[in-house]
């Protein structure tokens, strides 16, 4: 795990660190538009951008070491553009501090390294609040996206990006959509999400793919974590998820090496955990009173442990095993309203060893 966050970590203590030789182009004061003092500055510049609505759809173009800063109620009115902001092969350009509005994207990047967006906000969006394209160790931080008609942070083709301690509020599509490899989902906050909450497609290996931990997940209007058909070495650490309006966790058809451990499920109207995939552990989750079934084990399923998770009070099945060549260690099922362990493939086809399931099949 820290492998994967440590250096994003470094990266951006020094993507953020100001140098005490850094200028200072101020707007409106030296510079009437956003554009203009962006244009004018250096690297280690800073743009500071005073309290005001400013209507602008900004292009930074191959800009290396600049701090994009609002102070006050700094507003960035998009005027309705494709973009806001378009970052395009930069590095180490930090945009912060500003309420970002009325574009179809808010922040859309492209070839751009080691940059960060922190403690800003994004309503009237859309398409999507921020798109990271082709995009290589880029922060999104203690960030806020409101009541958008589109998506929340959408991160193709790219690798080693964070996304950590936002908020997602109303988002209308999915909240956090990313592919590539490396990336972390960490300590965000998403409620009322009209589709998925986080959608995951990664094609790492163990050590070396996505990790996405401690996020707090309320009514999203899907599944709340989706890791998408054909991923691969994708951890699901330690989130909690409540009222989900579909299954709370879905690992999809073709998906490998997926960790899915301790995390916990409550009232999703679907199942708790539907999982598809080979090769795979789901260890130390807890589910409690989801309208389908606990665990609902697809017959693409293979190689995978299932240890001391914790499921009662399902309105269907704890367990609904429909797969064969797995093995079932320490896990405890009650008071589900159907069985407690229903396997589809014969008592012999997976292996069940210490486990207490109140009823079976």
């Not at 956090?176 to 790492?204: E, P």
């Not at 999703?268 to 309208?291: M, Y």
């Amino acid at each position: 795990m820290n492998r994967i966050v440590l250096p994003l970590a470094l990266l951006s203590a020094g993507a953020l660190a100001e140098r005490a030789d850094a200028a200072k182009r101020k707007v409106p004061q030296q510079y009437p538009t956003l554009q203009a003092a962006i244009d004018a500055a250096a690297p280690h510049d800073v743009v500071v951008v005073g309290a005001g609505t400013y209507t602008e759809s900004l292009w930074i173009q191959d800009v290396a070491d600049v701090r994009i800063r609002g102070k006050g109620d700094a507003v960035l009115d998009g005027g309705g553009a494709l973009a806001a902001i378009t970052l395009l092969n930069c590095q180490r350009v930090t945009v912060e501090g500003l309420t970002i509005r009325n574009a179809d994207v808010g922040i859309t990047t492209q070839f751009v390294q080691e940059s960060t967006v922190d403690d800003c906000r994004f309503l009237d969006v859309a398409d999507v609040a921020i798109e990271l394209f082709l995009a290589a160790a880029c922060r999104v931080v203690d960030s806020r996206v409101t009541d958008v008609s589109g998506g929340g942070v959408r991160i193709e083709q790219s690798t080693g990006c964070v996304v950590e301690r936002t908020r997602f509020l109303g988002v209308g599509d999915d909240a956090v959509t990313v592919s590539g490899s490396m990336h972390s989902i960490l300590d965000n906050r998403f409620v009322d999400c009209g589709h998925i909450g986080i959608r995951v497609g990664d094609s790492g290996v163990p050590g070396e793919s996505t990790l996405v931990a401690g996020n707090v997940l309320t009514a999203c209007g899907s599944e709340s974590i989706q890791v998408r058909v054909g991923s691969t070495g994708v951890t699901v650490l330690s989130n909690r998820i409540r009222k989900a309006k579909d299954d709370a966790i879905h690992a999809g058809d073709s998906v490998e090496w997926v960790v899915i451990a301790a995390n916990v499920v409550k009232k999703a109207s679907g199942s708790g955990i539907l999982f598809h995939a080979d090769e795979s552990i789901v260890r130390k989750n807890r589910i409690v009173k989801a309208g389908g079934d606990g665990i609902l084990v697809g017959a693409s399923t293979h190689q995978t442990q299932f240890e001391a998770n914790r499921v009662r009070k399902c309105a269907n099945d704890g367990f609904l095993v429909d797969a064969s060549g797995n093995s079932f260690v320490g896990n405890r099922s009650r008071k589900n309203a159907a069985l407690d362990l229903h396997d589809l493939s014969g008592p012999a086809a997976n292996a069940y060893i210490d486990n207490v399931f109140g009823t079976t099949n």
